[in-house]
């Protein structure tokens, strides 16, 4: 079965550059969420959206943005880049927010 | 705020052996629970859905139950294997509408031959 495809895997950034991370989630599914899990941590909610509009914010900094497009995958943009947001990016999809949640493989940023 | 919290935080058992994860969370008014298991470096995979109506859940040799009220699950496993070595990860979604999942702290399990 298709699952949750997130690119790239890895890619390092220095500081104050701009990195952008793309989600393709399950075929049908209409909500993709976005999440950060720092090294030894729990993952960290960001931002999700329902068909294409924001239906809920987390701890996201305002130095990241993100969108779903028409064909509902959706990008992380991330500007800015400090030390501190090297993590493991999830995203995620689920049909109705109410159903089981699928995570991708994550997209690990390192910033240097 | 929604605080979960998983016990064990580390587990070391031997194969074949029968075991229980615990996930407890404070704020009761929850809209389902999901069970996930991570292995290093990698991604999220979704054990079980527990929806607040629900008591419990079973997938194979997984059985996740519900206590809603007292703002507990736990996940029970049985008949480990040293395949199951990773981390158990509990997250709860609120009612309301919102889409956030709040994970626990996790639970490292390893099963040893």
């Known amino acids: 079965a298709a699952g949750v495809i997130q690119s790239p895997r890895h890619l390092i950034k220095e500081k104050r550059e701009t990195a952008t991370l793309k989600c393709y989630p399950i075929p049908r599914h209409d909500t993709v969420y976005w999440y950060q899990q720092g090294p030894g941590q729990d993952p960290q909610f960001l931002i999700s959206f329902y068909e294409k509009m924001q239906s809920d914010k987390g701890s996201i900094p305002d130095r990241f943005s993100a969108q779903q497009f028409s064909d509902y995958h959706s990008e992380l943009n991330m500007s800015s880049l400090e030390l501190g947001d090297s993590a493991l990016y999830f995203c995620?999809?689920?049909w109705g927010g109410g159903n089981t949640i699928y995570f991708g493989e994550g997209s690990w940023l390192t910033v240097v | 705020k929604q605080e979960v919290t998983q016990i064990p935080a580390a587990l070391s058992v031997p194969e074949g052996e029968n075991l229980v994860l615990n996930c407890s969370f404070t704020?009761?008014?929850?809209?389902?629970l999901q069970w996930f298991r991570q292995d290093p470096g990698k991604g999220l995979t979704s054990l079980l859905l527990?929806?607040?109506?629900?008591r419990e859940q079973t997938s194979g040799r997984l059985n996740a139950s519900l206590d809603k009220s007292s703002g507990r699950s736990t996940l029970y496993i049985a008949a480990s294997q040293p395949g199951d070595s990773a981390t158990y990860l509990c997250a709860v979604r609120l009612g309301g509408g919102g889409n956030k999942l709040t994970f626990g702290t996790g639970t490292q399990l390893k099963v040893e031959l």
């Open positions: 704020d009761s008014a929850i809209y389902n």
């Open positions: 527990i929806q607040s109506s629900q």
């Open positions: 995620a999809s689920s």
